[in-house]
């Protein structure tokens, strides 16, 4: 990459035209790929915004004319699509602060106490990522089924409330926690739990926004699960729910754009003003 | 005895909704249980049943099928990161988009495919207009091509994650080699082969491993995008699992079938990290 002096000036810029216009290749195919992975939305927001007609038209329509928001009112008001949006918000948001709390709480004896036991538990918790989860998938439904948990909330965010991530970031972060703070509380007489909660807790909180907003993609697009254990349409989850109405109502697929835009606004939201959180995530995940 | 408290939760937790299914399941594979009635222990029947199962068979071939996905995805991604990995305007922005399908929602991005590949979809109102097709490709509804069809998308909604993670490998790498190469005489191609990709392999390693065993467990994008369908095309061995414990309430077989999957994808994770780590991790 270094300028060499000694290469004639002729050779140089031609070099440099080279460049440049491998350089303009190269964005222009990532500017392509963009629209590529962007299109699909632009395409889906377009369609929920059209007076009529359906997706599938010869030609795509993907500027509609004239605009309108009567797709929205149509399917908030003649499908459960309130109701989805609620289960929703209330599933993510206790799966979100189940996770935190439980991964805060485990995370901190696993960083920062001596007890017997504390590397056999940790290297279990850790190893639990080996493990054949989808085998356990059949299980965990006869178990919630003993319970009479099936087609609860609960049922929903409790398999999934202890994170193996969500542990093993927090541990991570409180062992960054310098020796001299922990010292100085304890000097001062704080007790156990008022050392974690007054100390430790606001010094690790960048991590448990990184947890939260991870599991928060998690939890609201979760599939799988829900649709296994909820069996009432009125509990349904968003994903679940506008897969039920897309089936449903095939015809009317403005509606059906319309959900798909309301499920997918708040995370694109989310995503966008806290990426960097994200991409931290994914870093943690792809170090461990 | 504090720190017990603390892991209390945790502990309950991943004993009640991870070890002990996971245990559990396995055994359960000796049994047959149809939720109802107790289990009743068979032996390895299920497991002979499972080799005369012709869906069994049908279902495996799709899910190994679908592990070619895994390097075009990791080439695409590879790439993909190659060009992203620099700091100039925009370079941010491009990121977020190849992300974008990753934070969305499977149902969502299965309902617009869907809509894609419609008979009256867009591409095949591209590929008429291009004089590139005579007539409508049926993507979803024909046997040889919807399980293709489905990979794609899969391609699509994974790429940025898979970019994220070599991009991490790439930062990683310090920037003295490829410059040393230069220095020697290397050119960008060679720098590429002989510098950047060895330096990278624990990334493609981690990357490949992941994105295998997704591919042998895909059912998200199959079940929102053709149940199965045409005729068992894109019928896989988590589908089939899926179909005897939930729908058929077969919890013994599809436990041994959960089994027989684990089965293969751990054989298959040794088998790729065998082949991957010759050389590569020597070089950190």
Redesign the interface.
């Known amino acids: 990459?270094?300028e060499r002096p000694r290469t004639p000036p002729r050779l140089r810029s031609g070099n440099a035209r080279l460049r440049q216009v491998a350089a303009a290749a190269?964005y222009a195919?990532?500017?392509v790929?963009?629209v590529?992975?962007?299109f699909?939305?632009v395409?889906?927001l377009a369609t929920s915004l059209r007076s009529s007609g359906t997706?599938?038209?010869?030609?795509?329509v993907l500027i509609p004319h004239p605009p309108t928001l009567a797709n929205y009112a149509g399917v908030w008001a003649t499908m459960p699509l309130a109701r989805f949006f609620a289960n929703t918000v209330y599933i993510t948001g206790v799966g979100i602060l189940l996770t935190v709390?439980?991964?805060a709480?485990?995370g901190?004896?696993?960083a920062r106490?001596r007890?017997p036991g504390?590397d056999v538990?940790f290297y279990?918790?850790v190893g639990?990522l080996m493990?054949?989860?989808?085998?356990?998938?059949?299980?965990?439904?006869?178990?919630l089924?003993r319970l009479h948990m099936v087609d609860t909330y609960a049922a929903v965010y409790?398999?999934?409330?202890?994170s193996?991530f969500g542990?093993f970031l927090l541990r991570q972060a409180y062992l960054t926690i310098p020796a001299e703070i922990e010292d100085a509380a304890r000097i001062d007489g704080a007790g156990?739990?008022r050392l974690?909660g007054q100390i430790m807790l606001p010094l690790v909180a960048p991590a448990l926004a990184t947890l939260a907003i991870i599991e928060f993609?998690g939890y609201?697009?979760s599939?799988?699960w829900p649709?296994?254990v909820l069996k009432s349409p009125d509990k349904f989850p968003?994903?679940?729910g506008?897969?039920y109405l897309?089936g449903l109502f095939a015809y009317n697929?403005r509606y059906?754009a319309a959900g798909?835009v309301l499920?997918?606004l708040p995370?694109?939201v989310?995503?966008?003003a806290l990426?960097r959180y994200?991409?931290r995530g994914?870093?943690i995940g792809?170090?461990k | 005895m504090?720190?017990?408290l603390?892991?209390l939760?945790?502990?309950v937790?991943?004993a009640?909704?991870?070890?002990?299914?996971?245990i559990?399941?396995?055994a359960?594979s000796l049994f047959e249980y149809n939720?109802i009635s107790p289990p009743r222990f068979v032996g390895v029947a299920n497991f002979r049943q499972i080799a005369a199962d012709r869906y069994f068979w049908i279902a495996l071939g799709n899910s190994v099928k679908y592990l070619a996905v895994v390097p075009v995805l990791q080439g695409c991604a590879i790439l993909?990161a190659l060009?992203?990995h620099r700091s100039a305007r925009g370079i941010?922005?491009?990121r977020?988009?190849?992300?974008?399908?990753v934070?969305?929602?499977?149902?969502?991005?299965?309902?617009?495919?869907r809509?894609?590949y419609?008979?009256?979809?867009?591409i095949n109102?591209v590929l008429l207009r291009l004089g590139l097709a005579r007539g409508p490709i049926h993507w979803l509804a024909s046997p040889g091509v919807a399980l293709y069809a489905v990979m794609f998308v899969t391609l699509?909604k994974g790429?940025?994650?898979y970019m994220?993670?070599y991009l991490?490998?790439l930062e990683a790498i310090p920037p003295g080699y490829a410059?040393a190469a230069?220095i020697d005489g290397a050119g960008a191609l060679q720098r590429l082969w002989r510098v950047t990709l060895p330096l990278l392999r624990p990334?493609i390693l981690?990357a490949a491993t992941l994105s295998a065993i997704s591919a042998l467990?895909v059912?998200?994008e199959v079940?929102?995008m053709t149940s199965g369908g045409p005729v068992y095309a894109t019928y896989t061995m988590?589908y089939y699992?899926?179909d005897q414990?939930?729908g058929a309430l077969h919890?013994g077989y599809?436990?041994a079938l959960?089994?027989v999957?684990?089965v293969v994808?751990?054989g298959l994770s040794i088998a790729s990290f065998r082949l991957l780590r010759e050389g590569g991790l020597s070089y950190y």
């Open positions: 990459m270094a190269q195919g990532l500017g790929l963009a590529g992975t962007t699909p939305f395409w889906l997706v599938v038209s010869f030609p795509p709390v439980v991964s709480m485990a901190y004896p696993l106490m007890f504390r538990i279990a918790i639990s493990l054949p989860q989808h085998v356990g998938l059949i299980l965990n439904f006869v178990t089924m409790l398999p999934s409330a202890a193996v542990i156990e739990f974690w993609s609201w697009n599939f799988l649709l296994i968003l994903a679940v506008l897969l897309s697929t059906i798909a499920m997918t995370t694109i989310v995503f966008l990426q994200f991409l994914i870093t792809a170090v | 504090t720190a017990y603390f892991l939760p945790a502990l937790l991943l009640t909704f991870t070890f002990y299914p996971v559990f399941g396995t359960l939720v993909l060009w992203v941010g922005w491009l977020a988009a190849y992300y974008l399908p934070v969305t929602s499977i149902v969502v991005v299965g309902i617009v495919w809509w894609l419609d008979d009256a979809g867009l109102f699509w790429l940025g994650y994220v993670i991490v490998g410059e230069a990334s981690l467990r059912f998200e079940y929102v988590f699992m899926f414990a939930f919890m599809a436990a959960g089994v999957l684990a994808t751990i």
